[in-house]
C-alpha cells in the first residue's frame, strides 16, 4: 500500500530550507487565531488599502519613473493609482451581499433537502505581480483577496524594485505582518516564493513563467489564477469607420507605450482599406506625440533588455520584406540610453516574422489585411487564445456571431482595453492566455472556497432507508429509472 501523502513528505523536506516559509507558517497560524474576519473587517482592510494608496500616490508614481526610465505620471495615476483605489471602494459596497450564503436550485435527487452555497476565506493568497503595471498587478488582486477574507503574502516584480519597495514600506505601515507583507527580492527570491505552499496563489506574467509557477504550485497541489498575455487581435470590419476604429484602439496601443498584457497586439481589416488605416494612424500618432525626445507623456520601454527586443522584432520584419513605417514628425535622433520606441506600423506581415509570433509588448503594430471576415475569424481561430479580443462593427448582431466564434480571454467591442476597467465583467485568460479569472465579485468567488452545504429535512431523510440487505424490488425501481433517464 503507498503512502498516503508521498507529495507532502518530499515536499515538506524541499522547502525546510525556504526562507519565507517561517513568514508563511505565522501568517496560517494567524488565520487560524483570527478566523474568518466579518463583512465590517474586510471592509477597514479595504479602506486601509484604498487610502493607503492614495496617500503613496506621489511615492508611486516617482519610483514607477525611476523603474521605467521614465514613464508618463498621467498613466501612473490613472491605470495604477486611481484604479485601485476605485476597484477597493467599489468592492466595499457589495461584499455584504457577495457574503450570504447563497441558496441552490431544488434538486430532484435530494427532493426534501435544502442546498447552500457558502464563501470561506482560502487562508494564505501569494501574489506574484508584473512589472509592467507593478502597482495594480500586486494591489488589484489584493483587493479581491481582502475582500474574501484572507491573508495575503505579496512578490512585487524584480523588474520594478523601486516600486517594489514603496509598495513594501506601504503595506508594512498599514498591515500586520502576519496579515499582510510584502516580500521583495530577485528571481531567485520569486522561484522560492512560488514553491511556498500557500493555499492559492495568483501569478501575473508571461506565459513560459507561468507554466514554471504552475509546475511550483502544483507540487503542494495549490489552486493556481494565472494571468498571463498572447497576441490580442482588432477586428475591423468593412462597415466601421477607419478613422472612429484608430481614435478608439489608439488608447489601448498608448499607454504604458504598448507594454500592457491586453494591448492591441495586431491588425485585421479588409485588404482595400489598408492604405487609408496606414495614412489615419501615422497622422494620429504623430498629433499624439510631435516629438520623441523628452515627452513626458512617452513612457520607456522597461529595460534595456526589452528594449533590444521591440528594435529586434522590428528589424527581422524588415529583413523579411515587410514595410516598416515609424512616426518621428521631426525626424529626431534619440538620445544615446534613451529606451523610447518610435510608433511603429508594419504591413506585409507574415507568420515567418518573429512580430507575428511573439507577443509585442511595445509601440509597434502590425497590419495584415483579410477579404472576407471568415478569414480573420480562421487566423485568431488558428493561433493560441488570446487574452483579448477587440471588434469593431456597426452591425451588433455580427459582432455577436464574432464573439461566439472566437475564443479570448475578454472582449471589446468597438473600443480596446476598457473591460479590465468595468470592475462586474470577469477578468481572466483562456488556455495560454491564463487560467482563472478576478475583479468585482468574480476575485471574492476566485479567492474564496465555495463551499456547498446540504441540510436535510427534519422529518425524512433518505439516508434511513439506504441500507443492506437491498430489496430485489429496489434493484426493479432503479432499473426502470435508468430506462425513463435513458
Known amino acids: 500500500m503507498s503512502s498516503p501523502q508521498p507529495v507532502l513528505a518530499s515536499v515538506s523536506g524541499q522547502l525546510q530550507d525556504n526562507p519565507y516559509l517561517e513568514t508563511l507558517n505565522r501568517q496560517k497560524a494567524s488565520f487560524k487565531r483570527r478566523g474568518a474576519p466579518t463583512c465590517d473587517q474586510r471592509k477597514e482592510h479595504l479602506t486601509r488599502l484604498q487610502k493607503a494608496v492614495i496617500q503613496y500616490k506621489d511615492q508611486l508614481v516617482e519610483a514607477a519613473q525611476s523603474d521605467f526610465g521614465h514613464r508618463s505620471p498621467h498613466e501612473t495615476l490613472a491605470s495604477e493609482v486611481l484604479a485601485v483605489a476605485g476597484e477597493a471602494a467599489a468592492h466595499k459596497g457589495k461584499l ?3 457574503m450570504k450564503p447563497q441558496k441552490a436550485p431544488f434538486s430532484f435527487q435530494a ?20 512589472w509592467n503595471y507593478p502597482v495594480a498587478m500586486i494591489f488589484s488582486p489584493l483587493v479581491g483577496v481582502l475582500g474574501a477574507g484572507n491573508h495575503c503574502m505579496i512578490k512585487p516584480p524584480d523588474l520594478t524594485p523601486a516600486v517594489g519597495e514603496v ?12 496579515h499582510v507583507t510584502v516580500i521583495t527580492g530577485d528571481v531567485t527570491v520569486a522561484a522560492q516564493f512560488a514553491e511556498l505552499p500557500f493555499n492559492h496563489l495568483m501569478f501575473t506574467g508571461g506565459t513560459s513563467i507561468g507554466q514554471k509557477v504552475m509546475q511550483a504550485a502544483a507540487k503542494n497541489l495549490t489552486p493556481v489564477t494565472l494571468e498571463m498575455g498572447g497576441k490580442s487581435p482588432v477586428i475591423i470590419s468593412r462597415n466601421y469607420p477607419i478613422e472612429k476604429a484608430v481614435d478608439r484602439l489608439l488608447m489601448g496601443k498608448c499607454v504604458n507605450s504598448g507594454q500592457t498584457c491586453i494591448a492591441p497586439d495586431y491588425i485585421l481589416l479588409p485588404e482595400e482599406k489598408e492604405q487609408e488605416f496606414v495614412n489615419y494612424i501615422t497622422a494620429r500618432y504623430a498629433e499624439r506625440y510631435p516629438s520623441l525626445v523628452n ?3 512617452i513612457t520607456w520601454i522597461i529595460n534595456d533588455r526589452h528594449h533590444q527586443r521591440v528594435l529586434g522584432l522590428i528589424e527581422d520584419a524588415r529583413n523579411k520584406g515587410a514595410n516598416v513605417i515609424q512616426v518621428n514628425p521631426q525626424n529626431e535622433q534619440l538620445p544615446e540610453g534613451s529606451r523610447v520606441v518610435p510608433p511603429t506600423i508594419i504591413t506585409g506581415v507574415n507568420s515567418e516574422m518573429a512580430v507575428m509570433q511573439q507577443e ?8 495584415k489585411t483579410y477579404k472576407h471576415i471568415s478569414e480573420a475569424i480562421q487566423y485568431v481561430n488558428d ?21 461566439s466564434q472566437t475564443v479570448s480571454g475578454g472582449a471589446c467591442v468597438n473600443d480596446t482595453m476598457l473591460h479590465i476597467a468595468h ?6 485568460g483562456s488556455g495560454p492566455s491564463g487560467l482563472g479569472r478576478y475583479h ?15 441540510f436535510q429535512n427534519k422529518r425524512m431523510a433518505p439516508s434511513k432507508y439506504v441500507k443492506a440487505p437491498y430489496p430485489d424490488k429496489a434493484l426493479k425501481v432503479m432499473n426502470y429509472f435508468t430506462k425513463f433517464l435513458g
Open 96 to 98: 455584504k451581499k457577495w
Open 111 to 130: 427532493a426534501g433537502a435544502k442546498g447552500q452555497i457558502m464563501y470561506q476565506p482560502k487562508g494564505v493568497v501569494g501574489i506574484l505581480g508584473a
Open 167 to 178: 509598495a513594501k514600506e506601504l503595506i508594512a505601515n498599514n498591515f500586520d505582518e502576519d
Open 295 to 297: 515627452n513626458q507623456d
Open 360 to 367: 509585442i509588448f511595445g509601440p509597434v503594430l502590425p497590419v
Open 383 to 403: 493561433g493560441p487564445r488570446p487574452l483579448a479580443l477587440y471588434y469593431f462593427d456597426e452591425n451588433m448582431d455580427t459582432a455577436q456571431e464574432v464573439l
Open 423 to 428: 470592475e462586474n465583467l470577469p477578468f481572466g
Open 440 to 454: 468585482g465579485f468574480d476575485g471574492f468567488e476566485e479567492f474564496s472556497h465555495k463551499k456547498g452545504v446540504l
